[in-house]
């Protein structure tokens, strides 16, 4: 079974840093990949889908994943964090035969500091 | 349109009752997942349905149960309550078969305390 790992249960940056939040997954068959953002007492926003259209995709709110096959990445940025951006982030993974069912990282919690 | 609504919102439960809450998914959409989400074990996968068949099953025990109606709405049910079941519970839906890139769409969650 496929598994999720998200380095960093916590990272803060300042406003106007450079975001990077990382997701590494195990299999070595590229699975569907996914970034989901929790605001506090929300469900899950999808802020962006890895497709196999392109390695580099990009999302909502400037957020931007580059799938990496070599390296069994797919870690999250964005070039300069506003306040807004403090929430909690969810990498997740879908086997090709597992229907919706979605295998979530532990969640990596962002703070924005002004 | 909109989007997945979770009734109810927020439940207190005590040890030993059971509770039954409800999903409805975005119109048009029939497959309805549901997640556990605590501190300790983080989101975990209870199981799917796709036109009223469960498709698809989480490692919980046989005391959480689900169903899908023939509109699509979905009720989960947690018999025996235990202390450990304290959560937020979310529901998703996705359109289509809800495989591959299909986006699942999650709900705003049920906060369930069990004291």
């Known amino acids: 079974a496929q598994s999720v790992t998200q380095l960093g249960s916590h990272v803060s940056v300042s406003e106007g840093a450079l975001v990077l939040l990382r997701c590494n997954y195990s299999?070595?068959?590229?699975?569907?990949l996914f970034w989901y953002v929790q605001y506090p007492n929300q469900g899950l926003q999808l802020l962006l889908k890895?497709?196999?259209?392109?390695?580099l995709v990009k999302g909502i709110n400037g957020f931007e994943a580059e799938f990496k096959k070599s390296e069994t990445s797919f870690h999250l940025t964005k070039p300069s964090a506003h306040m807004s951006d403090a929430a909690e982030y969810f990498c997740?993974?879908?086997?090709?035969?597992?229907?919706?069912?979605?295998?979530f990282g532990e969640g990596t919690q962002l703070t924005v500091n002004p | 349109k909109a989007g997945v609504t979770q009734t109810p919102r927020y439940l207190i439960k005590t040890r030993g009752q059971q509770v039954t809450l409800s999903c409805s998914p975005i119109?048009?959409?029939?497959?309805v997942s549901w997640y556990q989400q605590t501190p300790g074990q983080g989101l975990q996968f209870l199981f799917e349905?796709?036109?009223?068949?469960?498709?698809n099953k989480g490692n919980f025990p046989g005391r959480f149960s689900g169903r899908q109606f023939s509109n699509s709405r979905s009720e989960m049910n947690v018999s025996t309550l235990e202390l450990g079941d304290s959560a937020l519970y979310l529901c998703?839906?996705?359109?289509?078969?809800?495989?591959?890139?299909?986006?699942?769409?999650f709900g705003p969650g049920t906060r369930l305390t069990v004291l």
């Open positions: 998703a839906s996705s359109p289509g078969a809800g495989g591959g890139t299909d986006t699942q769409y």
């Open positions: 299999s070595s068959v590229p699975p569907y």
């Open positions: 890895y497709t196999s259209a392109a390695t």
């Open positions: 997740a993974v879908r086997e090709e035969t597992s229907g919706s069912r979605l295998t």
């Open positions: 119109s048009g959409h029939r497959s």
């Open positions: 349905y796709f036109s009223e068949t469960q498709r």
